[in-house]
């Protein structure tokens, strides 16, 4: 589900997810399914959320065992499972991890306490010189790897990145049984959450 939001953003980076690995996506999930780029902040209610990132929009950084190899976009309808799948399906693209750095801000579901949604804003963003410069600097900091206390990040909407949901953290006591599976689509952690 893709929220549309009238009010303009304040931010550049609504949310960001840092090294998460290329095979722990299902990316050819069987009839009925479909990959998802489930992503969790926090790690008991009510401080946990849980996101599908498939259609966020932003900017992408592919990495092999030695660095980045690739930086893209994610634009329009695509969003970032759209770019990433057919990365995945292209026998030139040498990757093996993903940081992305969403756009889109991220919204409560009504009735469904964990599950946050993408946002949309479509219309102009209300973002200060001084903010966009701080979230770039911070944007630059987390994809390279740099840390410091003068490399302090300054992404103020995005607060910390969103894990990626593996199938470890599916297994009986993890995070992946701390909110209700309902919306989980891909196959492989939807098995991992019906075994006990």
Not at 1 to 19: N, S
Request: charged share 30%; proline share 3%.
């Amino acid at each position: 589900m893709i929220a549309m939001t009238k009010a303009k953003a304040t931010h550049l980076i609504g949310a960001y997810g840092m090294f998460w690995q290329r095979q722990e996506i299902d990316w050819d999930a069987g009839h009925g399914q479909t990959y998802q780029l489930l992503g969790y902040r926090g790690d008991r209610n009510p401080k946990l959320e849980v996101a599908d990132f498939r259609r966020a929009r932003g900017i992408y950084v592919l990495f092999n065992d030695f660095g980045a190899t690739y930086v893209g976009r994610a634009r329009g309808n695509e969003g970032f499972g759209s770019r990433l799948k057919k990365h995945n399906a292209s026998q030139r693209k040498d990757w093996n991890r993903f940081c992305w750095f969403s756009f889109d801000s991220i919204l409560p579901i009504n009735g469904e306490p964990n599950w946050r949604t993408v946002a949309r804003d479509e219309g102009a963003r209300n973002v200060h010189a001084e903010s966009a410069i701080d979230e770039l600097e911070a944007l630059m900091i987390t994809s390279f790897g740099l840390h410091g206390t003068q490399n302090r990040m300054r992404l103020p909407t995005a607060r910390e990145p969103w894990k990626q949901l593996t199938f470890d953290d599916c297994a009986p006591g993890k995070v992946g049984r701390r909110f209700d599976g309902a919306r989980v689509r891909m196959g492989s952690l939807r098995r991992s959450l019906e075994w006990d």
